[in-house]
């Protein structure tokens, strides 16, 4: 006898607007906890019981409990951003691809094949843009002109 597929849990609808299940302490720790793992929003919504279109009223919600929940989406989006370019500049065990392959597909703007990378820089620094082009091709070398950039070096 085949099982019966589960079906996702239901959403609250609260008026029009579904409900603000962000403000579940759980929900919103296991769907962050997604997030800095690398997980798409949507995915990482959906591993919290949260469904995606209540996830997108959120993202566009002007609310100011939403607007906050959101601010820290994206501080646990950086947080991964970050672990991972640690991770490149102190990869011992020289295996950067993994760090670098998760990048480029969760930040494929910024470390997406066929990205300038020096212009990249030099459009988020307070620097000016370099005179000679900046070497990007290993992984340290990237960390090291990002860490330059923000210096202002």
Known sequence: MARK????PKLEVVGRQPARKHRDPVIRATLLAGVRAGMPYE???LRAGVARSAFTVWRNSTEPVDVEFMAEVEAANAEMLFECLER???DKEKQWQRWAWKM???FPEHFGRGVDQA???AANSNAPPPDDEVDVSTP???VEAIRRAANGD
């Open 88 to 90: 490149l500049a102190d």
């Open 140 to 142: 340290e070398k990237l």
């Open 104 to 106: 480029e597909r969760r």
């Open 119 to 121: 212009a990249l820089i």
């Open 5 to 8: 597929p589960k079906t996702p």
């Open 43 to 45: 995915l990482a919504a």
